[in-house]
Each structure stands twice: as structure tokens, then as C-alpha cells.
């Protein structure tokens, strides 16, 4: 290179036009942070006061009764204002304050506008407040690591995902000694609230946390954040208090952006079926909302499976005077029957691609893995007890395993007051591919759990799939369809008669608008012997190649693309309802910090109506938990919420199926979310599942 082209590139490099399109700030992020979200009416008032809400009420666990006797007498507080406050409330609403905040737990969309409206609302009723942000999440807590938000940090993060500000981690606060790091921490500081901003189990530990640092005049305040929508609160009559955590809508937005491209590749390239998996281990909301929101050919919810009854099954078992309990939840056997007859059924209409929506959990939904899990766990830790060596030393192959549990089988067979593995139990194992029996074998860990997260779930489903779909195309079951303008032109440019042909090879030639081939027909040998049979060929003649080419066009190849959707949505930009969710979010933990509260997590009531509707409260944490088995031992977490069948939104989606699914002629009907745009008014203003609840609820009570 030359002198010359060196002083030409040092130019070109601080060329205005260069520096400004190469730059890491553009116009779009600049106005997405300088967009102020609106906020509920109730923060107009120069002062904030809590009413209490006796009418919400809750089943309190009495093992949280006992832990956290200090808070579980909470009640649901609403955010009021105060027009005339007395120079007492004024001057505590008003006192300045040390506030500290804290990510745990993944990172959802809208968490630094928590950390915005928490910012906002301090430093206007004392500009003397700190917010401090511990770093790294927990760690940051139990380590003293923290930052001094300023004005000019919160700024550069308003509006904008993911949880850069400060960090986050998944630590938890959760033992004597991390607890008295915890304290510590506060007391060096002198913090007089901790806000904690996660999920159920991070909103858990600030209960406890709560009333750890209660007597030393510590406030903690949770804030419910999750992508997967499974923080929904009710009180014991069924009030929404919360109708979903932050970050869902943006996580689905994002997710339905990338899987409607693939509605329209799909339809564009027509030779793939799309398996996308979602975010969602326990509960399906993200796959509802997906479906919602692109109008997948297909979609599971896993809640909808383990509720499944199969009569059939019922109603033979009652004609021998017997109860057949394994008729109760959809097996993966069946699963894989349903998927592949709406594949099937796509295919014969000319269809024979598609995009499918997968829960992250759905096995977990499946009655009979349940049931495996439970029966293999019995019968490896039985064995354990039984013997010198361990199961998993003992048989090492995976055709050992199998080998040992055929003897179960058997014993069973012999003898009846055996019941653990049965012959059905055998069968149905037999059906799963060889890597999940290797998976549902594997070695359990410390606690005996079996390591669910190690599975691959779409590979389970889609095996099982392949293997049927072989067979249906062998069985002369699972063709594409052709158009009747297609066949007639192949057949003519190819020198044959397409009225003389089409009997003797479609099985609905004279009616149909797609023609099939006959089931019979599965082989060049099998169509040669139907042509023969129906007179249009002789014994010895070859098949016309315009006969052989429409035979080829009716063979279906079904191939895959997999897809997996999650943290691409945790770190997505949020929509504008996330954004003036969090935001609100943010301004209601200081009010309920500047009121004096402590173990209540930060909601906003009405959020699947209008925003005028939007009621600012405080929840107890404390009456939310309850006693469940997580690995291995009772312990008392937040229950986490799981799609409702009887829900509007799944009514929805359920009537809408067979019209999405489109196994008819004509096009699919395929819906385009568009981008999320920042204050679009054209914008989505709540997630569809949230709108569509509240067309199937009652008004909220006042």
C-alpha cells in the first residue's frame, strides 16, 4: 500500500458519513431512550400513601406462617395519593434515602426501566437519595460490589434490554452465612430498602430476606420478572392481582418476529417443517402467545396434554369390568400420531411443509414420562438397596438396562402382586428412541432427581414422528397431493393420456381437487401391478416416464429445520407496553419503600385492561409461598402458574387450530406481528393472552 492510499484510508476513516454509520449509537436508540413511558395517575401527587385491600385474601401455608412470622400478615396495599399530607408525611415520603437494587435471575426485557422509574421517583422526592446497583446480581449483595447509579447511567439504559446496567447472577441468598454477608452489606452501606428484580424463586428469597432484615430496619421489596409469564398472582378467590410478570411480552414478540419469517420461508420455499422451541420449562404461556400472536400450523401446550383423556382406551377397559389409569394424559406415543396426522393431512392438500411451536417443558407435561421417571427412580434405588453394586455399575450398556427391566416385565406377567414395570411399561419404553431411553436411564443426581434440563425434547417428539411418518409412507397412508392442472400438463408434455392414467392412479381422480395416490401404490413395483390390474399397462411394458414422474411427485420427503428460541428474547429491546410496565413497576417499589413496607412484591393490578385502569399495589410475598418438592426436600417456594385451560385466550387457540393448521386448499393463515417498534400507537398495547382473559373476565373490583 502507498503512502497516498494511506493517507486516503486515514481520510476516509474520519469522514463524517464513516463515523456516522459506524458508530454504536444510532438515531432509533436515541429516541427509544429518550422516551419518557407514561405513568399511572396516582403518581401525580406530590405525595404517596398505601391503602390496604382487605377483600384480597389468601390461603397462608402454615410452614411460611412459621419462617416468616413477621410479614405473613401482610395485606394487599394499593398506592393512593395523599392531596393534603401532614407535615409528618411529607417529610418521611420526602426524607432522603439509600436504596439498593439488584437483577437476579435471567434477564427479561424492561428491567432497566424498573431500575428508571426507582431512579425517578427517589431523586424527585430527595435528590439527595442514592440508588446504589449491586453488581453481578446477588453476589454483588453478599460481596458489597456496587455501583452509584447517576443520572447520566440511568439515561444510557432507558427503554433498552437486557440487564447491562448492573449485571445479574443466579446466586441466592439462601444460607446463614450468605444472609449475615447479606446484613453486613446493608448495614456498611446504610441501606434502608433492598429492592430484589427476579423470578419466583429470587421473589422467594427476598421474603425471607425480608424478614431477616426486618428488625434491622431493612426494607425488601421484590419485583416479579420472567420471560416464561409463570409469576400470575390471584388471591383465594380467583382476583387477578398480576396478570403476568414483565418481559413476557417482549421474549413472545421477539419469538413470534423470527418464527412468522419462517411462516413465510416455509411457504416460500415449501419444503421444510420449522420446530420451534420456545422458552418455558414448567409452564406453556409462550407458546400460547406465539401461537397468538403467527398462527403456527401447529402448536403444543403442554397443560392441554396432561389433561388429556383417552376415552377409547377408558371404554375397553370398562368392557372387561377393569380401570385402565394409564387412559389419563397424553402418552408420547399418541403425541406423535397427533402431530403427524396434521402433517398428513397438510401434505394432501400440497402442503407438505409447515412450522410447528414446541414448549421448552412439554415432556414434562407427558403422564407416562412422569410415570417412567417415577418407576425408573423407584426401581434404580430399590435395586441400590438390594445389592452390593450400584444399577449403573452393574449394567453399564444401555442393552443391559433394557435386558433387566424385560425381567421385570416378565416377573410381572408371573407374578401379580408385582406392578412396577410392567408389560405395557416395556412396550411403551421400547417405542422411545434409544437416546431418550438412555436419558430416562441415566444416572440420577446427589438427590436422586432425574436431570430433566439435559433432554432434548424436540429429538424425542421428532424422532418418534420420523419413525411414523416412515411407516404411514410405506403404508401408502402419507402422499402429497398434486393439483389436477399439474398432473394433466406433466402427462401431456410427456406423451400420455391423462384421462387413461388418472383412475388407475389416483384414488380421487374424478372429484378431487388435489389428487391422491392410491394407498396401494407405495412402490414402482406396486404402481406397476395397479396399472396392470386397471388395464393401462401390459405385463412387460415399461411405465411411461410422465407416469414415473408424477409417482415421484407424490412420494413426500419430510424434512426439518429446529429452531430454539430464548435468549434471543431475554435480550431483546421492549415493546412499549414492557417498557411503561416496568417503568410503573419502578415507581411503585418506591412508594411502597417510601410508605414503610417490607415482603411485598411490586405489581400493577389491571394490566390485561386499558392503561387509565392501571392500579398500582403492593402483594405479600409471604402468603404466596407454600411447601413443594424441589430436589429432593420440602421447601416453601412461589407457586408457579401454568396455562388455564378454561381460559379465553386457550378457548381461542384451541376453536382456531383446525383453521390454522389450513389442510385445505388455498393459503395459509399465516399472521406477520411486525417489529417492535418503540411508541408506535399502532402498537400491540398488552399481550393478545392478556387481552383476550380479560374479554373472559369480570370487571376488576373496586
Not at 155 to 175: A, C, E, H, P, Q
Not at 232 to 255: E, I, P, W, Y
Not at 316 to 333: L, V
Request: hydrophobic content about 35%; proline content about 4%; aromatic content about 8%.
Amino acid at each position: 500500500m502507498t503512502e497516498k492510499d494511506l493517507i486516503s484510508l486515514d481520510s476516509l476513516m474520519k469522514h463524517p458519513d464513516v463515523v456516522k454509520v459506524t458508530d454504536k449509537e444510532n438515531q432509533q436508540l436515541i429516541d427509544r431512550r429518550e422516551c419518557i413511558p407514561p405513568s399511572c395517575k396516582v403518581f401525580e401527587n406530590a405525595c404517596i400513601a398505601l391503602e390496604d385491600r382487605e377483600q384480597y385474601g389468601f390461603e397462608i401455608d402454615p410452614e411460611a406462617a412459621r419462617k416468616l412470622p413477621d410479614i405473613i400478615h401482610n395485606k394487599v396495599q394499593a398506592v393512593v395519593g395523599v392531596e393534603r399530607p401532614s407535615g409528618e408525611e411529607a417529610a418521611e415520603h420526602g426524607k432522603a434515602r439509600a436504596i439498593g437494587v439488584v437483577f437476579s435471575g435471567g434477564p427479561a426485557p424492561g428491567g432497566h426501566n424498573v431500575i428508571a422509574g426507582i431512579y425517578d421517583a427517589a431523586v424527585k422526592a430527595n435528590p439527595d437519595t442514592k440508588v446504589l446497583g449491586f453488581l453481578m446480581g446477588p453476589d454483588g449483595v453478599i460481596e458489597n460490589e456496587y455501583t452509584v447509579l447517576t443520572k447520566e447511567i440511568v439515561d444510557s439504559y432507558r427503554n433498552l434490554g437486557g440487564f447491562g446496567m448492573i449485571k445479574t447472577g443466579r446466586t441466592k441468598i439462601d444460607s446463614v452465612k450468605k444472609v449475615s454477608s447479606a446484613r453486613q452489606t446493608c448495614k456498611d452501606l446504610g441501606l434502608d430498602a433492598l429492592v430484589i428484580i427476579g423470578g419466583d424463586d429470587s421473589n422467594t428469597n427476598a421474603a425471607f430476606l425480608a424478614q431477616e432484615l426486618k428488625d434491622d430496619g431493612v426494607q425488601v421489596i421484590g419485583v416479579p420478572k420472567t420471560i416464561d409469564g409463570d409469576i400470575q398472582v390471584r388471591d383465594k378467590s380467583g382476583n387477578v392481582l398480576c396478570a403476568m410478570s414483565f418481559g413476557f411480552h417482549t421474549a413472545a414478540r421477539a419469538f413470534a418476529t423470527e418464527i412468522s419469517n419462517l411462516c413465510t420461508d416455509a411457504s416460500s420455499d415449501v419444503k421444510y417443517w420449522h420446530i420451534c422451541k420456545v422458552m418455558g420449562r414448567v409452564a406453556s404461556h409462550l407458546a400460547l402467545e406465539v401461537a397468538l400472536q403467527t398462527h403456527a400450523n401447529l402448536t403444543l401446550i403442554g397443560e392441554e396434554l396432561s389433561e388429556y383423556v383417552d376415552y377409547e382406551r377408558i371404554q375397553k377397559a370398562e368392557k372387561t369390568g377393569q380401570t385402565d389409569y394409564t387412559a389419563f394424559g397424553m402418552t408420547i406415543r399418541h403425541l406423535s400420531r397427533v402431530i403427524c396426522n396434521g402433517i398428513v393431512r397438510r401434505a394432501a392438500v400440497g402442503k407438505n411443509y409447515g412450522v410447528m411451536v414446541i414448549p421448552e417443558g412439554v415432556l414434562e407435561f407427558i403422564n407416562e414420562i412422569q410415570t417412567f421417571i417415577i418407576k425408573l427412580n423407584t426401581i434404580i434405588a430399590d435395586f441400590n438397596e438390594m445389592h452390593d453394586r450400584p444399577f449403573h455399575l452393574e449394567f453399564q450398556r444401555l442393552e443391559e438396562k433394557l435386558e433387566y427391566l424385560r425381567r421385570l416385565a416378565r416377573r410381572s406377567r408371573e407374578d401379580d402382586s408385582f406392578t412396577l414395570w410392567n408389560t405395557r411399561d416395556d412396550d411403551l419404553f421400547s417405542d422411545l428412541p434409544i437416546f431418550f431411553q438412555e436419558g430416562l436411564l441415566m444416572e440420577r443426581d446427589s438427590h436422586g432427581n432425574f436431570p430433566f434440563s439435559q433432554v432434548e425434547t424436540d429429538k424425542v417428539i421428532m424422532g418418534l414422528v420420523q419413525d411414523y411418518l416412515a411407516w404411514l409412507r410405506d403404508q401408502g397412508k402419507y402422499k402429497v397431493g398434486l393439483t389436477r392442472d399439474y398432473y394433466e400438463k406433466t402427462m401431456k408434455k410427456g406423451g400420455a393420456d391423462p384421462q387413461l392414467y388418472g383412475p388407475a392412479l389416483f384414488r380421487n381422480y374424478q372429484d378431487g381437487e388435489f389428487l391422491l395416490m392410491k394407498e396401494e401404490i407405495m412402490s414402482l413395483k406396486t404402481l406397476t401391478q395397479e396399472m396392470i390390474r386397471c388395464n393401462v399397462l401390459k405385463e412387460g411394458e415399461s411405465i411411461p416416464s410422465a407416469v414415473q414422474a408424477i409417482y415421484k411427485k407424490s412420494i413426500p420427503s419430510f424434512k426439518t429445520q429446529v429452531h430454539f428460541y430464548g435468549y434471543d428474547g431475554r435480550g431483546s429491546d421492549p415493546t412499549w407496553f414492557d417498557c411503561t410496565y416496568t417503568y410503573n413497576l419502578g415507581l411503585t417499589v418506591f412508594a411502597l419503600i417510601a410508605a414503610g413496607a417490607t415482603g411485598q412484591m411490586a405489581a400493577i393490578r389491571n394490566l390485561e385492561r386499558d392503561f387509565d385502569t392501571w392500579e398500582p399495589i403492593g402483594i405479600p410475598i409471604g402468603p404466596l409461598m407454600h411447601l413443594e418438592e424441589r430436589k429432593g426436600k420440602l421447601t416453601l417456594v412461589i407457586e408457579k402458574s401454568t396455562v388455564q385451560l378454561n381460559s379465553a385466550s386457550f378457548q381461542v387457540v384451541k376453536n382456531l387450530r383446525e383453521k390454522w393448521l389450513a389442510a385445505h386448499p388455498g393459503p395459509d393463515d399465516f399472521r406477520r406481528p411486525g417489529p417492535i417498534n418503540m411508541g408506535d400507537p399502532r402498537s400491540e398495547d398488552r399481550p393478545i393472552t392478556l387481552a383476550l382473559n380479560a374479554l373472559g373476565s369480570t370487571p376488576p373490583e373496586e
